[in-house]
């Protein structure tokens, strides 16, 4: 009998425990550590808050969605993909490419991005472009239809050298912006006056070959087309004046599409900013006279 009264008492404890077990919450899950060597949240936030005053001085936005897909880019390739820089997506991305893009930006005065319409600003992980096989993902992209500049860091996670910087990428898709207001809807058309800059026989290839560029092109990327020629002079005024300037006295070719690009933007900004960067370049210019700057 006592046998028999101490298995209930033990079956009851048992019952009980197992009740108490049932209905005790679940444990919070913890969350996920973030990467590894991403940027901390002090820096992070520092860097992006110093970008978006840059940019709110010309009324500019930074794009804050985590993925930007559009099908408006001035790149043939199709529609393009931008996966947002945010802190996670940071990984081996050294803060400094956020002031680099900053201070890219920090050259313009506010007349001449409102003369290039530009409104917001990604700064991305990376870009693609959907179907598009290439081996080298894009570092920048125009959005035209949007006014909107994707700039990515993936590409300057390894310093890719002395020239290519992602300061320059801000001024090559600026151009971009800034040529398709000069050229309107003749943007894409082939442009028979810069054509005729070139060496006899010489067409456009895209993709452009790796190869030391040919006379005439400061960086083989600029063979693509007459587009990307056009904004690689212009990102070198901008950004690697000496450079450009050192070309241009050992190249006529050259030293004819600063002339043309100078002029072409100096017809809708003023060549005030073209001065400043690159006062080497004003002998190569045919006329440097200074309209007047349009206000936006």
Not at 8 to 34: E, H, Q, S, Y
Not at 38 to 63: N, Q
Not at 74 to 84: T, W
Request: contains cysteine; glycine residues 6%; hydrophobic residues 40%.
């Amino acid at each position: 009998m006592v046998r028999a009264i101490l298995y209930a008492v033990i079956l009851r404890g048992l019952a009980a425990a197992m009740t108490l077990l049932a209905c005790k919450p679940p444990a919070p899950l913890l969350p996920d550590p973030p990467p590894p060597n991403v940027i901390d949240p002090a820096t992070y936030s520092s860097k992006i808050a110093g970008l978006r005053a840059t940019l709110a001085r010309s009324k500019v936005e930074l794009d804050t969605a985590p993925v930007l897909r559009s099908c408006n880019a001035q790149d043939a390739r199709g529609c393009v993909r931008c996966d947002l820089a945010t802190r996670e997506h940071t990984a081996g991305v050294d803060p400094d490419l956020i002031d680099g893009v900053a201070i890219a930006f920090a050259r313009y005065p506010s007349a001449v991005l409102g003369a290039a319409h530009l409104e917001r600003v990604a700064l991305c992980r990376q870009i693609r472009f959907e179907h598009d096989t290439a081996d080298t993902p894009p570092a920048g992209v125009a959005m035209i239809g949007e006014h909107r500049i994707l700039v990515s860091v993936e590409q300057f996670i390894e310093s890719p050298g002395e020239y290519f910087t992602i300061e320059q990428v801000v001024h090559h898709e600026v151009f971009h912006l800034l040529d398709h207001e000069q050229l309107g809807e003749h943007y894409t058309d082939p442009d028979h006056a810069w054509n005729a800059l070139n060496p006899p026989g010489f067409t456009y290839r895209d993709p452009a070959t790796d190869d030391k560029p040919p006379a005439g092109f400061v960086v083989a990327y600029a063979t693509t087309n007459e587009r990307e020629d056009r904004a690689t002079i212009f990102e070198y005024l901008i950004g690697q004046p000496k450079r450009l300037c050192e070309i241009a006295e050992h190249d006529p070719i050259v030293a004819g599409k600063v002339s043309t690009v100078w002029t072409r933007v100096a017809k809708i900004t003023g060549d005030e900013l073209l001065r400043r960067s690159a006062p080497c370049a004003t002998r190569f210019v045919k006329s440097t006279s200074k309209p007047r700057t349009k206000k936006r």
